[in-house]
């Protein structure tokens, strides 16, 4: 079996995309206005189980790819 790079997997850049944009939106609220801040933490909030069902979507795809292999 092939050895594939973390660089490489889908999952793993959709997991970076989500922590810097998680991060980035976080220290927007620090510094933001209280009624905004409560806004932008909604949204994480609402994302987070977006990513993390896409991310258990494409393992389960690549096991089942996997497996048919």
Known sequence: MQKVSIFKSRKFWIAIADVIFSTAIYFVTKYAAPDLAKDLLWV?????????????????????????A
């Not at 909030?45 to 996997?66: F, R």
């Open 44 to 68: 994480i909030g609402a994302y987070q189980p977006v990513i993390v069902a896409l991310i258990g979507s494409i393992a389960y795809e690549d096991g089942k790819a996997i497996e048919n």
